[in-house]
């Protein structure tokens, strides 16, 4: 038995405990960084932090100029304003990519250099200036997780920087934050959400050596993991079609912000698989929303891979409420995988990449370029030659849904 779990130093979720804030992040530091974006500065709850934070703090810099996917030029405007204020602590308050901006920001605020520094696994040397994290979307699981992804003008890909290092130190996870959230938003970062509890719960498991906790980020699933991705699966699925059409739905937020947290926490150890690595390329190339892409690439990589994971795919569907009781798993596979085309078709997930604006050309150029992305796709439970990344991307782009049934031999 070798593993490890990794988190922030403490979790504090549920309605209302936003108003610790300004005090947990007091008793990390005097002079703060808030990384933000300009819509929720001027929302009340984010306005009502920020005035708390300034009451206690002898120094405060806001960035509020966070744009998607994290460019390298959001990274130094950043830093700049954390030298400006010699910060010693940073509030993120933000989606994904608020708290990847921030968690970047302290890298180079304590270790110098610059992101390129520190693309790939464990590259980051030591700890960094203390992190609170505050999500205000249920999706990426950031505030959770030992990753930070950025987008590179010199690289035709998204790039990661993953290190144990970067885990917030406090992750404080409060619905009402997200009761705000658009419903197009919603439906993006919950799919995204619900893609970390599959693909971690469906993640290649890999053996061990004593060393690879500490060398390596993402290790493959285990039972831990398994037991954080099936209560968020079960929560995701019961609410993001309800809180996609009603962002009123207080018990609907609840569930996804729940669901999200889960999630992060399964995948930060476990990590994502084929639709992450996938939608890295595809992202960059056609611009669309992170959450979009993993969900589009979600139904394909799975039945390409469920020759692997019919027995997981059959206890997903019972996680899921569909009455597969008496059904083999590859009926049950096939149960899970039609509830999956109707769950996207009902949050508005487009069912092909040509509907993206992908161009059929480009499929093996992508898989390429995704087959270089190791640290996720080595957690593919399916084939991972460029061919088999392919075939993916081929019956992504046609639309081709259609499910191999396995015989008893095959199954064996």
């Given at each position: 038995?070798?593993?490890?779990?990794?988190?922030?130093?403490?979790?504090?979720?549920?309605?209302?405990?936003?108003?610790?804030?300004?005090?947990?992040?007091?008793?990390?530091?005097?002079?703060?960084?808030?990384?933000?974006?300009?819509?929720?500065?001027?929302?009340?709850?984010?306005?009502?932090?920020?005035?708390?934070?300034?009451?206690?703090?002898?120094?405060?810099?806001?960035?509020?100029?966070?744009?998607?996917?994290?460019?390298?030029?959001?990274?130094?405007?950043?830093?700049?304003?954390?030298?400006?204020?010699?910060?010693?602590?940073?509030?993120?308050?933000g989606g994904g990519t608020v708290i990847d901006l921030a968690k970047i920001v302290g890298v180079i605020?304590?270790?110098?250099?610059?992101?390129?520094?520190?693309?790939?696994?464990?590259?980051?040397?030591?700890?960094?200036?203390?992190?609170?994290?505050?999500?205000?979307?249920?999706?990426?699981?950031?505030?959770?997780?030992?990753?930070?992804?950025?987008?590179?003008?010199?690289?035709?890909?998204?790039?990661?920087?993953?290190?144990?290092?970067?885990?917030?130190?406090?992750?404080?996870?409060?619905?009402?934050?997200?009761?705000?959230?658009?419903?197009?938003?919603?439906?993006?970062?919950?799919?995204?959400?619900?893609?970390?509890?599959?693909?971690?719960?469906?993640?290649?498991?890999?053996?061990?050596?004593?060393?690879?906790?500490?060398?390596?980020?993402?290790?493959?699933?285990?039972?831990?993991?398994?037991?954080?991705?099936?209560?968020?699966?079960?929560?995701?699925?019961?609410?993001?079609?309800?809180?996609?059409?009603?962002?009123?739905?207080?018990?609907?937020?609840?569930?996804?912000?729940?669901?999200?947290?889960?999630?992060?926490?399964?995948?930060?150890?476990?990590?994502?698989?084929?639709?992450?690595?996938?939608?890295?390329?595809?992202?960059?190339?056609?611009?669309?929303?992170?959450?979009?892409?993993?969900?589009?690439?979600?139904?394909?990589?799975?039945?390409?891979?469920?020759?692997?994971?019919?027995?997981?795919?059959?206890?997903?569907?019972?996680?899921?409420?569909?009455?597969?009781?008496?059904?083999?798993?590859?009926?049950?596979?096939?149960?899970?995988?039609?509830?999956?085309?109707?769950?996207?078709?009902?949050?508005?997930?487009?069912?092909?990449?040509?509907?993206?604006?992908?161009?059929?050309?480009?499929?093996?150029?992508?898989?390429?370029?995704?087959?270089?992305?190791?640290?996720?796709?080595?957690?593919?439970?399916?084939?991972?030659?460029?061919?088999?990344?392919?075939?993916?991307?081929?019956?992504?782009?046609?639309?081709?849904?259609?499910?191999?049934?396995?015989?008893?031999?095959?199954?064996?």
């Amino acid at each position: 038995m070798l593993e490890t779990v990794r988190g922030p130093r403490q979790l504090i979720v549920g309605e209302g405990v936003a108003q610790n804030i300004p005090r947990v992040v007091a008793e990390c530091g005097s002079r703060v960084l808030i990384v933000t974006d300009r819509v929720l500065l001027g929302k009340p709850g984010v306005a009502e932090i920020v005035a708390g934070v300034r009451e206690k703090a002898a120094a405060v810099g806001v960035f509020a100029d966070a744009t998607p996917d994290v460019p390298l030029a959001d990274v130094a405007l950043a830093v700049s304003v954390a030298a400006d204020v010699d910060a010693d602590v940073i509030l993120a308050i933000g989606g994904g990519t608020v708290i990847d901006l921030a968690k970047i920001v302290g890298v180079i605020r304590r270790h110098g250099g610059t992101p390129r520094d520190f693309y790939g696994e464990s590259k980051v040397p030591g700890p960094t200036i203390p992190l609170v994290a505050v999500p205000t979307t249920s999706g990426t699981g950031s505030e959770l997780t030992p990753v930070s992804v950025l987008t590179d003008p010199d690289r035709e890909l998204k790039v990661g920087v993953s290190s144990v290092h970067i885990v917030p130190d406090f992750a404080i996870v409060d619905p009402e934050l997200t009761y705000t959230c658009p419903a197009t938003v919603t439906a993006h970062s919950g799919i995204d959400a619900f893609c970390h509890a599959v693909e971690s719960y469906t993640a290649r498991p890999r053996a061990h050596g004593p060393r690879d906790p500490v060398e390596q980020v993402f290790l493959g699933r285990n039972p831990i993991t398994d037991h954080y991705a099936l209560l968020a699966a079960e929560r995701i699925a019961r609410s993001l079609p309800h809180v996609v059409r009603d962002g009123g739905d207080k018990d609907a937020r609840a569930d996804m912000s729940y669901g999200s947290m889960l999630a992060g926490l399964a995948f930060a150890h476990a990590g994502t698989a084929a639709p992450h690595a996938l939608q890295y390329p595809i992202g960059a190339a056609t611009h669309t929303p992170h959450g979009l892409g993993v969900g589009l690439l979600l139904p394909y990589a799975l039945g390409a891979a469920r020759d692997a994971i019919g027995d997981r795919l059959t206890i997903l569907a019972g996680v899921c409420g569909l009455d597969v009781t008496d059904a083999s798993d590859a009926e049950a596979a096939d149960t899970f995988l039609a509830w999956l085309d109707g769950l996207l078709a009902d949050i508005g997930i487009p069912t092909t990449l040509a509907d993206i604006g992908v161009a059929r050309a480009d499929l093996p150029r992508f898989a390429e370029m995704a087959s270089g992305v190791t640290r996720l796709i080595q957690n593919h439970p399916g084939p991972t030659d460029t061919a088999s990344l392919t075939a993916i991307l081929e019956a992504a782009w046609t639309g081709d849904r259609t499910r191999h049934v396995l015989t008893p031999e095959q199954r064996w």
